[in-house]
T-cell receptor, first 113, second 116 residues
Framework: ETGVTQSPTHLIKTRGQQVTLRCSSQSGHNTVSWYQQALGQGPQFIFQ???????GRGNFPPRFSGLQFPNYSSELNVNALELDDSALYLC????????????FGPGTRLTVL | AQSVTQLGSHVSVSEGALVLLRCNYS??????LFWYVQYPNQGLQLLLKYTTGATLVKGINGFEAEFKKSETSFHLTKPSAHMSDAAEYFC??????????????FGTGTSLTVIP
């Protein structure tokens, strides 16, 4: 049990739609990273937020955006969904002053039709 | 640039046999190294990590890994496989970037099957 929760568990959208995925962590976890895990692949880094500001970004287009809130929750927004966006989306949080360890949520399975 | 290579996307062992999952990394700075396990339809669970100090790291569920800088490897082992070890295993490297914090890079994973 990592104390990191994600919602929803599963989601089905159609191409061109927009989606918002949510992540909630424990108090003090002020760094959150989002990953995309396609079927049969390892997690790919999308971006990281630290104290409500983007703190690093992977090779993902601007239609992937995020927000982090003071209550240790965060969102991943994806606009203009494409079929290839179908994947498991994972958030991972880090404790402030922690030991470089990420705590992962169970993920949101997004299917784009 | 940082990268992680996991040799063997599928590994099968008999119950009670040695488990060896291979991981090689590439990093321009001293890395932190991790092994995660993922069960079906679940997130990733940390098995063990190497940051500094002793190069042989012990983790949960009887797993251990040895950091070998000269070989740029961080292979995961367990002396005796159990049926419950069947899962997907990911090796990851973390690098601290001055302006962007800790960035994690994952391998493509190794699926472990345990044969009764």
């Amino acid at each position: 049990e990592t104390g990191v929760t994600q919602s929803p568990t599963h989601l089905i959208k159609t191409r061109g739609q927009q989606v918002t995925l949510r992540c909630s962590s424990q108090s003090g976890h002020n760094t959150v990273s989002w990953y995309q895990q396609a079927l049969g692949q390892g997690p790919q880094f999308i971006f990281q937020y630290y104290r409500e500001e983007e703190n690093g970004r992977g090779n993902f287009p601007p239609r992937f955006s995020g927000l982090q809130f003071p209550n240790y929750s965060s969102e991943l927004n994806v606009n203009a969904l494409e079929l290839d966006d179908s994947a498991l989306y994972l958030c991972a949080t880090e404790l402030a002053g922690g030991r470089n360890e990420q705590f992962f949520g169970p993920g949101t399975r997004l299917t784009v039709l | 640039a940082q990268s992680v290579t996991q040799l063997g996307s599928h590994v099968s062992v008999s119950e009670g046999a040695l488990v060896l999952l291979r991981c090689n990394y590439s990093s321009s700075v001293p890395p932190y190294l991790f092994w995660y396990v993922q069960y079906p339809n679940q997130g990733l669970q940390l098995l063990l990590k190497y940051t500094t100090g002793a190069t042989l790291v012990k983790g949960i569920n009887g797993f251990e890994a040895e950091f070998k800088k000269s070989e740029t490897s961080f292979h995961l082992t367990k002396p005796s496989a159990h049926m419950s070890d069947a899962a997907e295993y990911f090796c990851a490297v973390s690098v601290h970037q001055p302006n962007t914090g800790n960035q994690f890079y994952f391998g493509t994973g190794t699926s472990l099957t345990v044969i009764p």
